[in-house]
T-cell receptor, first 112, second 115 residues
Framework: KQEVTQIPAALSVPEGENLVLNCSFT??????LQWFRQDPGKGLTSLLL?????REQTSGRLNASLDKSSGRSTLYIAASQPGDSATYLC???????????FGGGTRLMVKP | EPEVTQTPSHQVTQMGQEVILRCVPI?????FYWYRQILGQKVEFLVS????????KSEIFDDQFSVERPDGSNFTLKIRSTKLEDSAMYFC?????????????FGPGTRLTVL
């Protein structure tokens, strides 16, 4: 059964810092991996989707990398801003089916 | 930009009552999903729906749950007899076709409170 883990569970950084969020998964037979942002009491906003054949994807200040064989993905946030404060979730989709298996999230606080 | 919408935003019900949670997926999407998130826990998959039938479901999605696409735009989740442990945020999601087939887009959620 796929297990997804995110470390750290919480992170506090000063504004302007570059940071890396980590996601690991136990079964490397994945179809893709998706990063989401969740604001308190709100829904999930898709940030990036990275296919199993890709090594990285970029969107603005965000860069997601994927090392499928080692079961790891990272989300790099450049020049962090207070508006980036949220919980970041990673989710993997297996080769069979469409269901996403989620990690527990990293709660990020960017202090002005 | 198209988005998934859900109603109501918050539903309070008594244990044993039936509830129906409603979703309007993005209009050209073909795959629909329900997930839930119990407070402080991970988001969990419940069910996926394609071509008017369930394509995949989790162990959570037992006989108390059902899904329906009653018309061309709505997608519903029914919980037949709610339990206290059904209290959670329920998210609807959809995914489409073409270049962005695989991205699942989530709605804002319905917070279900069972008393």
């Amino acid at each position: 059964k796929q297990e997804v883990t995110q470390i750290p569970a919480a992170l506090s950084v000063p504004e302007g810092e570059n940071l890396v969020l980590n996601c690991s998964f136990t079964d490397s037979a994945i179809y893709n991996l998706q990063w989401f942002r969740q604001d308190p009491g709100k829904g999930l906003t898709s940030l990036l989707l990275i296919q199993s054949s890709q090594r990285e994807q970029t969107s603005g200040r965000l860069n997601a990398s994927l090392d499928k064989s080692s079961g790891r993905s990272t989300l790099y946030i450049a020049a962090s801003q207070p508006g980036d404060s949220a919980t970041y979730l990673c989710a993997v989709r297996a080769n069979a089916g469409n269901m996403l298996t989620f990690g527990g999230g990293t709660r990020l606080m960017v202090k002005p | 930009e198209p988005e998934v919408t859900q109603t109501p935003s918050h539903q309070v019900t008594q244990m044993g009552q039936e509830v129906i949670l409603r979703c309007v997926p993005i209009s050209n999407h073909l795959y629909f999903y329900w997930y839930r998130q119990i407070l402080g826990q991970k988001v969990e998959f419940l069910v996926s729906f394609y071509n008017n039938e369930i394509s995949e479901k989790s162990e959570i999605f037992d006989d108390q749950f059902s899904v329906e696409r009653p018309d061309g735009s709505n997608f519903t989740l029914k919980i037949r007899s709610t339990k206290l442990e059904d209290s959670a945020m329920y998210f609807c999601a959809s995914s489409g076709t073409g270049a962005d087939t695989d991205t699942q887009y989530f709605g804002p959620g319905t917070r279900l409170t069972v008393l």
